[in-house]
């Protein structure tokens, strides 16, 4: 079956502008997971979804960065006023209820 | 200290060599423990997944867990080429609902 679909692979934006990145889970997957990978760092977790709801936002690094997941399936991490530390790759993982999680190929954003 | 500690390397090394990577931690509640491996600009893909202590085989690949010393890895046998990537160790504590806690990854290199 499909994996886990981001889009778009790649975003190159300015500092400042706002910018949506999508990630659609394996169908039927509960939890859903972003994590951020900058260059020679490991993954930062961002935020965990449970059906539509977040029980863990701990890992937003600022109220710029937002997320929402709708219908128990489609997420959407939105960052506004975006600045170069926010330079990364973003990548989203779904999961069936098992610690194993199962990620995308990841959105790569640049702000210059 | 941080929660999961893994030698960034690279390791490098011919092909046919068995490669050993590890991780240590410092959290006694982690219970179910993952080693990923992600090609470059691609998104990690599950490898082993190991739930407490033990061994666990899976072709070439073997993944060890020793929860008394806090000490987990990963075994590859007659390496190739495409081994070359970067493995992440990845674990949590209970098995669902909750964020992996990764280590910063070890660069392998494969040569012919």
């Known amino acids: 079956g499909a994996g886990v679909s981001q889009s778009p692979s790649n975003k190159v934006t300015e500092k400042g502008k706002d910018v949506e990145l999508r990630c659609d889970p394996i169908?039927?997957?509960?939890?859903l997971y972003w994590y951020r990978q900058s260059l020679g760092q490991g993954l930062e977790f961002l935020i965990y979804?449970?059906?539509?709801?977040?029980?863990?936002k701990s890992g937003l690094p600022s109220d710029r960065f937002s997320a929402e997941r709708t219908g128990g399936s489609v997420s959407t991490l939105t960052i506004q006023r975006t600045q170069q530390e926010d330079s990364a790759v973003y990548l989203c993982?779904?999961?069936?209820?098992?610690?194993?999680?199962?990620f995308g190929q990841g959105t790569r954003l640049t702000v210059v | 200290q941080k929660e999961v500690e893994q030698d960034p390397g690279p390791l490098s090394v011919p092909e046919g060599a068995i490669v050993s990577l590890n991780c240590t931690y410092s959290?006694?509640?982690?219970?179910?423990f993952m080693w990923y491996r992600q090609y470059s600009r691609k998104g990690p893909e599950l490898l082993m997944y190991?739930?407490?202590?033990g061994n666990k085989e899976d072709g070439r690949f073997t993944a060890q867990v020793d929860k008394s010393s806090k000490y987990i890895s990963l075994f590859i046998r007659d390496s190739q080429p495409s081994d070359s990537a970067t493995y992440l160790c990845?674990?949590?504590?209970?098995?669902?609902?909750?964020?992996?806690?990764f280590g910063k990854g070890t660069t392998l290199s494969v040569s012919s």
């Open positions: 993982a779904s999961s069936p209820d098992t610690p194993e999680a199962f």
């Open positions: 169908s039927g997957h509960t939890a």
């Open positions: 979804f449970q059906g539509n709801s977040a029980p863990d």
């Open positions: 959290n006694s509640a982690f219970q179910y």
């Open positions: 190991t739930y407490s202590s």
């Open positions: 990845a674990m949590s504590a209970i098995q669902a609902g909750t964020a992996l806690i």
